[in-house]
T-cell receptor, first 109, second 116 residues
Framework: GQNIDQPTEMTATEGAIVQINCTYQ??????LFWYQQHAGEAPTFLSY????GLEEKGRFSSFLSRSKGYSYLLLKELQMKDSASYLCAVREMWYKLSFGAGTTVTVRA | DADVTQTPRNRITKTGKRIMLECSQT?????MYWYRQDPGLGLRLIYYSFDVKDINKGEISDGYSVSRQAQAKFSLSLESAIPNQTALYFC???????????????FGPGTRLTVL
């Protein structure tokens, strides 16, 4: 089975930085994805890590440590439109993505 | 136009009814998936298909069946709907890339199903 944990909710102020942690214990590992999901909408791809280290993509960065079973998504210069759920997903095998329950981020003015 | 479409977008039905949810894609992807999303549980895989002749059960396939009518179409059926199948259902697609790449999944807009 798989266990993917992330905090349920986080709140931050516009312009600030928020870090969403994800820890995982899975039977296999072929990469870790972060998705953004606005309420009632489809998840959309944000980032992908398969090797240890930091991947930067504009205001969003994602970090992976395979030995620790740990990843984080860093959102910088928060904007109101960043209020959404952020899903951590581990690809255990080529066909199988296992998702965490998601972290709801609320950005306050 | 959206690359992955789902119909219907919302459906309310009664216990015992047969329901079909449809998914179509114009991305040309060979892999298609059905997930359900419940509050606090995340997305869970129901069925997946690598091509028209390949159908596989996911982690929660009981009570569901699927049909891959063509590369672009993948339907999910609930033979006899029950209230605990009330959820948000997503179809997703991905490409087979043996040379690597992200191979991320692209999601449709979802179908909100309520079983009374």
């Amino acid at each position: 089975g798989q266990n993917i944990d992330q905090p349920t909710e986080m709140t931050a102020t516009e312009g600030a930085i928020v870090q969403i942690n994800c820890t995982y214990q899975t039977s296999g590992f072929n990469g870790l994805f972060w998705y953004q999901q606005h309420a009632g909408e489809a998840p959309t791809f944000l980032s992908y890590n398969v090797l240890d280290g930091l991947e930067e993509k504009g205001r969003f960065s994602s970090f992976l440590s395979r030995s620790k079973g740990y990843s984080y998504l860093l959102l910088k210069e928060l904007q109101m439109k960043d209020s959404a759920s952020y899903l951590c997903a581990v690809r255990e095998m080529w066909y199988k993505l296992s998702f965490g329950a998601g972290t709801t981020v609320t950005v306050r003015a | 136009d959206a690359d992955v479409t789902q119909t219907p977008r919302n459906r309310i039905t009664k216990t015992g009814k047969r329901i079909m949810l449809e998914c179509s894609q114009t991305k040309g992807h060979d892999r298609m998936y059905w997930y359900r999303q419940d509050p606090g549980l995340g997305l869970r895989l129901i069925y997946y298909s690598f091509d028209v002749k390949d159908i596989n059960k996911g982690e929660i396939s009981d009570g569901y069946s699927v049909s891959r009518q063509a590369q672009a179409k993948f339907s999910l059926s609930l033979e006899s709907a029950i209230p605990n199948q009330t959820a948000l259902y997503f179809c997703a697609t991905s490409v087979l890339s043996i040379r690597g790449g992200y191979n991320e999944q692209f999601f449709g807009p979802g179908t909100r199903l309520t079983v009374l």
